[in-house]
T-cell receptor
Framework: LAKTTQPISMDSYEGQEVNITCSHN???????ITWYQQFPSQGPRFIIQ???TKVTNEVASLFIPADRKSSTLSLPRVSLSDTAVYYC??????????????FGTGTRLQVTL | NAGVTQTPKFQVLKTGQSMTLQCAQD?????MSWYRQDPGMGLRLIHY???????DQGEVPNGYNVSRSTTEDFPLRLLSAAPSQTSVYFC????????????FGPGTRLTVL
């Protein structure tokens, strides 16, 4: 699977927009980009997934440039409850191949008042 | 619909003891995985299964065994517990593996003395 690189930590104030960028230089043609959120003492939770351009749902947007070597998770107007670790993963959807999913260390987002 | 359930939530073992961590899902997912998460670290894949009767090793398989006799259940066995296996263990399932949305259980916090 494509290796990903994210910032270790980020700080933000409540109400701001937060953008977390993930680098995945060796992404394969059939790989999708998926982001998960993890709160302390809980399992990761799916946030958003995309293949190219822009994807938006009720909690976040995902921006993927044409070369797909990076992606940016955008959280609009964060609140204290968005304090969590965010993981970027890259892998093929429904490939039937090994589920060797690598989460890495993620980005620890701290939101304060 | 319970999703992914794990038992027990907490467990303390002595070095050399064996035990089984239970994982079950009721979403009829083919793919199931076991991860461990050490303090301040990301998740590392232990073993995974692409369907009943089929299992394979992940990144850190040593000291663990798995079996998949049914679609619903994917137990993880610690053969002879060691302090290095102190961690939080998460089970996850997905419809078709890598890239597809993974649903995680609440985790089992294991301490080996």
């Amino acid at each position: 699977l494509a290796k990903t690189t994210q910032p270790i930590s980020m700080d933000s104030y409540e109400g701001q927009e937060v953008n977390i960028t993930c680098s995945h230089n060796n992404i394969a043609t059939n790989d999708y980009i998926t982001w998960y959120q993890q709160f302390p003492s809980q399992g990761p939770r799916f946030i958003i997934q995309g293949y190219k351009t822009k994807v938006t749902n009720e909690v976040a947007s995902l921006f993927i440039p044409a070369d797909r070597k990076s992606s940016t998770l955008s959280l609009p107007r964060v609140s204290l409850s968005d304090t969590a670790v965010y993981y970027c993963l890259v892998g093929g959807v429904g490939t039937g191949t090994a589920s060797k999913l690598t989460f890495g260390t993620g980005t620890r987002l701290q939101v304060t008042l | 619909n319970a999703g992914v359930t794990q038992t027990p939530k907490f467990q303390v073992l002595k070095t050399g003891q064996s035990m089984t961590l239970q994982c079950a899902q009721d979403m009829n997912h083919e793919y199931m995985s076991w991860y461990r998460q050490d303090p301040g670290m990301g998740l590392r894949l232990i073993h995974y299964s692409v369907g009943a009767g089929i299992t394979d090793q992940g990144e850190v398989p040593n000291g663990y065994n798995v079996s998949r006799s049914t679609t619903e259940d994917f137990p993880l066995r610690l053969l002879s517990a060691a302090p290095s296996q102190t961690s939080v263990y998460f089970c996850a399932s997905s419809y078709s593996g890598v890239g597809d949305t993974q649903y995680f259980g609440p985790g089992t916090r294991l301490t080996v003395l």
